[in-house]
């Protein structure tokens, strides 16, 4: 019989989290490739923004130093 194991709730803000922030890693390296077309760099921009923006609303979630979980 397998039991439901319920996923650890800091392993999928981890995980999340790290999602975003490779989202801004390869919009920037986009922007750097994109220095000659100013729509393709604002676009690029604008989902840096957005996956910063996350990833900030995700940090509410992070238990503070010094709270215990």
Known sequence: MNAH?????????????RNLLAVIVNYSELIADETNDPEAVKA???????AA????????????AGQIA
């Not at 709730?9 to 999340?16: E, Q, T, Y």
């Not at 923006?53 to 503070?64: D, V």
């Open 44 to 50: 690029d921009i604008q989902e840096v923004r957005s």
């Open 5 to 17: 194991v319920p996923e650890d709730p800091n392993r999928v803000l981890i995980h999340d989290l």
């Open 53 to 64: 923006e996350r990833a900030i609303a995700l940090t509410e979630k992070l238990p503070r």
